[in-house]
Nanobody, 123 residues
């Protein structure tokens, strides 16, 4: 069982930056693929970025170049650095964990989810 708690969301102006954190419980954090998804109002949840231990990283096409995911296995934490924020980045951002040999982009393959953290970007 893994419990995930996100933090770091907030309201920012366009062009600003945020760093989201996701703290995980459990002693096998390093064995999980960790990912960030986001869901904007009226839209489907979309894959943002994912990481596996060993430096394997994958980004969704819509965020490449502005988002950076990292993980600290010693702290059981995964981070999402978001730069050059745009109003269209406004969404609830969710952290998710999966037992996987790769980084799934399909939300249905993630067994564990956090409660989400709101990011609101004003123009």
């Amino acid at each position: 069982q893994v419990q995930l708690v996100e933090s770091g969301g907030g309201s920012v102006q366009a062009g600003g930056s945020l760093r989201l954190s996701c703290a995980a419980s459990g002693r096998t954090f390093s064995s999980y693929a960790m990912a960030w998804f986001r869901q904007a109002p009226g839209k489907e949840r979309e894959f943002v970025a994912g990481t596996m231990s060993g430096g394997i990283i994958n980004y969704g096409d819509s965020v490449k170049g502005r988002f950076s995911i990292s993980r600290d296995n010693a702290k059981n934490t995964v981070y999402l650095e978001i730069n050059s924020l745009k109003p269209e980045d406004t969404a609830v951002y969710y952290c998710a964990a999966a037992r996987s040999f790769g980084i799934p982009t399909d939300q249905g393959l993630y067994a564990y989810w956090g409660q989400g953290t709101q990011v609101t970007v004003s123009s």
